[in-house]
T-cell receptor, first 111, second 116 residues
């Protein structure tokens, strides 16, 4: 069974701090995605990482895919209140029809 | 704005009742997937429809069923509702060829179902 474990589950920080969210699995994934979900809305895709060791940057967000394609991390630099939300990592199932999600990390950034 | 619309946005049902949730996919997207997201959890895959046929199913009982129509819109039906069915139900649309690029899918805002 493919599982994705995210840590930490909750994160409450002050504006300007840096943070890292982790997504780990014992299974190899062909790709991993990171989504952000705000209350009352569906998840919105932030990035897809495909190659082991890949690093992608999206403004203050840095995403990394592990060399073995079993883990990923999301690093936010100088967090802002607008970064508040639920961050989800997800990967395709072996059959390719489903996305397997982690339980998510709830981030709260206060000013 | 993802182009995926769901209805209704919120509803309350009584245990044992049946519910139908609807989804209109993004233009040109012929694949629709449904996910259940309980409070504090990540979404869980229910099933996927492609060209009006079920194309994959997660670990959900048969009382969860679906339909896809020729215009690619879709319905999720849940019979004999249980309290644990209370959740956000998400519809997502995609194209099969997006699989190679990492399954770029677009989620609707979801339908909040409360079973009392």
């Amino acid at each position: 069974t493919q599982l994705l474990e995210q840590s930490p589950q909750f994160l409450s920080i002050q504006e300007g701090e840096n943070l890292t969210v982790y997504c780990n699995s014992s299974s190899v994934f062909s790709s991993l995605q990171w989504y952000r979900q705000e209350p009352g809305e569906g998840p919105v895709l932030l990035v897809t990482v495909v190659t082991g060791g890949e690093v992608k940057k999206l403004k203050r967000l840095t995403f990394q895919f592990g060399d073995a394609r079993k883990d990923s991390s999301l690093h936010i630099t100088a967090a802002q209140p607008g970064d508040t939300g639920l961050y989800l990592c997800a990967g395709p199932s072996q059959a390719g029809t489903a996305l397997i999600f982690g339980k998510g990390t709830t981030l709260s950034v206060s000013s | 704005e993802t182009g995926v619309t769901q209805s209704p946005t919120h509803l309350i049902k009584t245990r044992g009742q049946q519910v139908t949730l609807r989804c209109s996919s993004q233009s040109g997207h012929n694949t629709v997937s449904w996910y259940q997201q309980a409070l504090g959890q990540g979404p869980q895959f229910i099933f996927q429809y492609y060209r009006e046929e079920e194309n994959g199913r997660g670990n959900f009982p048969p009382r969860f069923s679906g339909l896809q129509f020729p215009n690619y819109s879709s319905e999720l039906n849940v019979n004999a509702l249980e309290l644990d069915d209370s959740a956000l139900y998400l519809c997502a649309s995609s194209r099969p060829e997006d699989r190679a690029s990492g399954n770029t899918i677009y989620f609707g805002e979801g339908s909040w179902l409360t079973v009392v």
